[in-house]
């Protein structure tokens, strides 16, 4: 393949992990506005919903400490292709779920395959960066936030005005075909690891560790607004289900205009720079959110807090990507599976605390993490992409 068939096959591969991202997103911003209606739907109390959603983030964390290993075995390309295919689905078993322990079963499931997903798209997106020679990540994930907020934004609708079980038929069919027709033009690694038969071992580089501290208290929040959010509308402020589901809405939506100029921000004034007045407008957006006295107060609020979360999980996930003296796919492992163990697990202990005290003081204590990111921002100096000739 001469080097003109191989610039447009990174610039297909490009668009096709955008895809795969938008997809992650727009599913996982689907089930935000359907979360109300299946505490409702199966009689159980936030702290069972919490323990549910315990199980999504369980499954998650299974299937990305496996994903590393897929993923050398087997190249990114091929991981996305089995995950993606299989998430479209997740959301559909999960609104089929007629009772606790079937419920239960679908959110491991569920999370295993969107968990499993995300980590083979974000390793797809550093090879076609490697291709390209040029950033993509802030980008690829302004796609999920994208998705995201269209997910989040339509359903609660969807959901008011035909049924939960219609909304997630339509996000399967939608998802599945801009998945059929993204996932052949994904591009596959220059070089595969799978004939050197290396064992599965973590990295003893403890700044990898910190770098997925950073990720962790980063994705918190973002997961604490997607899980929660919408019932903090409907039950402490008065909102119905359409101006809940608007909670997430404006969060992702902001997410994903700003991540779509975070390689530029990125590269003018640095990753360290980019961090540290990232976390600081979340850390405020957040602490408004948590004490706003109406529904469009706290919608503003998350939206202003997304402006500031935008950026700071690729510039971490960027960070792992290029640690001096270790494989990207190595340090990516350890940073995804910290990070997003933030979005996933810890909402369900969140869910615990938020039904004894509301979910106002929480949010409002959620933005010390992100004033932590703030004095850990100077660990983050790799993320700075430089290009090869």
Same mark, same amino acid.
Not at 135 to 164: D, E, K, R, T, V
Not at 235 to 258: K, N, R, S, W
């Given at each position: 393949m001469?080097a003109?068939?191989?610039?447009?096959?990174?610039?297909?591969?490009?668009?096709?992990?955008?895809?795969a991202?938008?997809? &992650?997103?727009?599913?996982t911003? %689907?089930?935000a506005p359907?979360?109300?209606?299946f505490?409702? /739907?199966l009689?159980? %109390?936030?702290?069972?919903?919490g323990?549910?959603?315990l199980?999504?983030?369980a499954?998650?964390?299974?299937?990305?400490?496996?994903?590393?290993?897929l993923?050398s075995r087997h190249?990114s390309?091929?991981v996305v292709?089995w995950?993606?295919?299989a998430a479209v689905?997740g959301?559909?078993v999960?609104a089929l779920a007629? &009772?606790?322990?079937l419920?239960a079963?679908?959110?491991?499931?569920?999370g295993?395959?969107i968990?499993?997903?995300d980590?083979? +798209?974000?390793? &797809?997106a550093?090879?076609?960066?490697?291709?390209l020679? /040029?950033?993509?990540?802030?980008?690829s994930?302004?796609?999920?936030?994208?998705g995201?907020?269209?997910?989040?934004?339509?359903?609660?609708i969807?959901i008011?005005?035909?049924?939960h079980?219609?909304?997630?038929?339509a996000?399967t069919i939608?998802?599945?075909?801009?998945?059929?027709?993204a996932?052949?033009h994904l591009?596959?690694?220059e /070089?595969?690891?799978?004939?050197e038969?290396r064992?599965?071992?973590?990295?003893?580089?403890v700044l990898?560790?910190?770098?997925?501290?950073m990720?962790?208290f980063?994705m918190?929040p973002?997961?604490?607004v997607?899980?929660w959010a919408?019932?903090f509308?409907?039950?402490?402020?008065?909102?119905?289900i359409?101006?809940?589901?608007?909670?997430?809405?404006g969060?992702a939506?902001?997410m994903?205009a700003?991540r779509? +100029?975070?390689?530029?921000?990125?590269?003018?004034?640095?990753a360290?720079?980019?961090?540290?007045?990232s976390?600081?407008i979340a850390?405020?957006?957040m602490?408004?959110a948590?004490?706003?006295?109406t529904?469009w107060?706290?919608?503003?609020?998350?939206?202003?807090?997304?402006?500031?979360?935008a &950026?700071?999980?690729?510039i971490?996930?960027s960070?792992?990507?290029?640690?001096?003296? +270790? %494989?990207?796919?190595?340090g990516?492992?350890?940073v995804?599976t910290?990070g997003?163990?933030?979005?996933l697990?810890?909402?369900?202990?969140?869910?615990f605390?938020?039904e /004894?005290?509301?979910?106002?003081?929480?949010?409002g204590?959620?933005?010390?993490l992100?004033l932590?990111?703030?004095l850990?921002?100077?660990?983050?100096?790799?993320?700075?992409f430089?290009p090869?000739a």
């Amino acid at each position: 393949m001469n080097a003109t068939n191989t610039v447009t096959a990174a610039v297909r591969g490009r668009w096709a992990v955008a895809a795969a991202f938008f997809v &992650n997103g727009f599913i996982t911003g %689907s089930w935000a506005p359907q979360i109300p209606v299946f505490l409702k /739907r199966l009689e159980i %109390s936030e702290f069972t919903l919490g323990q549910l959603i315990l199980l999504f983030g369980a499954g998650a964390v299974a299937a990305m400490s496996w994903c590393g290993y897929l993923i050398s075995r087997h190249g990114s390309r091929s991981v996305v292709r089995w995950f993606g295919s299989a998430a479209v689905f997740g959301l559909l078993v999960v609104a089929l779920a007629p &009772n606790v322990p079937l419920a239960a079963i679908s959110m491991f499931l569920f999370g295993g395959v969107i968990g499993g997903m995300d980590v083979a +798209m974000n390793a &797809n997106a550093v090879a076609v960066e490697k291709k390209l020679s /040029r950033a993509i990540m802030s980008s690829s994930h302004g796609f999920w936030s994208l998705g995201g907020f269209a997910g989040a934004g339509i359903g609660g609708i969807a959901i008011q005005s035909y049924g939960h079980l219609a909304h997630a038929a339509a996000v399967t069919i939608a998802s599945a075909i801009v998945l059929a027709f993204a996932l052949s033009h994904l591009v596959s690694e220059e /070089r595969q690891i799978a004939h050197e038969h290396r064992r599965f071992a973590l990295p003893k580089t403890v700044l990898i560790y910190l770098i997925g501290i950073m990720a962790l208290f980063s994705m918190v929040p973002e997961g604490t607004v997607l899980d929660w959010a919408a019932l903090f509308l409907e039950q402490e402020l008065g909102a119905d289900i359409a101006t809940a589901g608007l909670a997430f809405a404006g969060f992702a939506g902001t997410m994903a205009a700003v991540r779509f +100029m975070g390689d530029a921000v990125r590269n003018r004034y640095g990753a360290v720079t980019t961090l540290r007045v990232s976390s600081l407008i979340a850390a405020i957006g957040m602490l408004v959110a948590g004490l706003a006295p109406t529904p469009w107060i706290a919608i503003a609020a998350f939206a202003f807090c997304g402006l500031g979360i935008a &950026n700071m999980v690729p510039i971490a996930f960027s960070a792992a990507g290029n640690q001096p003296g +270790m %494989s990207a796919g190595g340090g990516m492992s350890v940073v995804t599976t910290m990070g997003y163990s933030g979005i996933l697990v810890a909402p369900s202990a969140i869910g615990f605390v938020g039904e /004894r005290t509301g979910f106002g003081p929480v949010f409002g204590t959620l933005s010390l993490l992100l004033l932590v990111v703030f004095l850990m921002a100077g660990l983050a100096k790799h993320a700075d992409f430089s290009p090869r000739a």
